[in-house]
């Protein structure tokens, strides 16, 4: 039984009731933002100057982090970047995908809830899951642009507006969603915390062992991580920078 009683048990929608799901480490353990544009660099799209730079301060700081990753992406035009997105979702993308959450979001979805994606990776890269998973709505880090030279949509490295991660998420949430109702939000670490308090129910996918002490004090279903989970790169690095 991969879908839990809780989530089995909650009644069908009646007025645009919202599901709320991180992308990364929640629907799948590894990271998009990460592999795709390790991708990106080494099919010599983007630079790969930054990238080290870009591990540190995450490690450091993960929303800033989120944040900076976009700055890899400067003088690239959405366009381009989205043909690339559409390319790498077709044929490389290769999710290990969480069973659990995604059957319990394709019946939360039969039920009438919104599905909606609230992320920290761009949402330009996760704009796929529409067609592949039927979402209602993706929020995540929006790229910046501006028209130069000819050329528009060049991306400037900036975010436009808020920044979705952490608080961000919340922020972000909250100025979308009016007067509707977050039934359920899944999520599985510190920058999904903000935007889980603001649902009726929350449940942490395969959390560290702070956030799942956490997720239990605020009474959040858990499901544990497996034995054979492993922890992506940047996660490490940020526990090694903390012991």
């Known amino acids: 039984q991969l879908i839990p009683p809780f989530i089995a048990e909650l009644p ?31 099919e ?7 990238w080290d730079e870009y591990m540190r301060i995450y490690a450091d700081d993960p929303p800033t982090g989120c944040r900076y990753l976009l700055t890899l992406y400067r003088g690239k035009t959405i366009a381009a970047i989205g043909e690339r997105v559409t390319h790498y979702w077709e044929k ?20 009438g809830y919104s599905i909606w994606i609230v992320s920290g990776t761009p949402t330009l890269f996760l704009l796929p899951l529409a067609e592949i998973l039927g979402t209602d709505k993706i929020i995540g880090m929006d790229f910046e642009t501006e028209d130069r030279n000819g050329e528009v949509g060049l991306v400037t490295g900036e975010p436009l507006g808020i920044p979705c991660a952490g608080e961000g998420k919340a922020l972000k949430l909250k100025g979308l969603i009016g007067s509707r109702d977050i039934s359920i939000c899944c999520g599985n670490g510190s920058l999904d915390g903000p ?3 603001m649902a ?3 449940w942490s996918i395969y959390p560290n062992a702070e956030f799942e002490t956490y997720s239990r004090q605020q009474g959040y279903a858990v499901l544990p991580r497996p034995a054979d989970f ?13 012991a």
């Open 44 to 50: 010599g799209n983007i630079s790969g100057d930054s």
């Open 195 to 197: 935007m889980m308090e």
């Open 200 to 202: 009726s129910k929350a």
């Open 12 to 42: 069908q929608a009646t007025n645009g009731e919202i599901a709320a799901f991180d992308a990364d480490g929640t629907l799948w353990t590894n990271d998009v933002a990460d592999d795709f544009t390790q991708w990106m660099i080494s």
């Open 92 to 111: 490389l993308a290769n999710r290990t995908w969480i069973d659990d959450v995604v059957q319990s979001l394709l019946l939360l979805k039969e039920k």
């Open 230 to 242: 492993e922890e992506e790169e940047k996660f490490l690095l940020r526990e090694e920078g903390e």
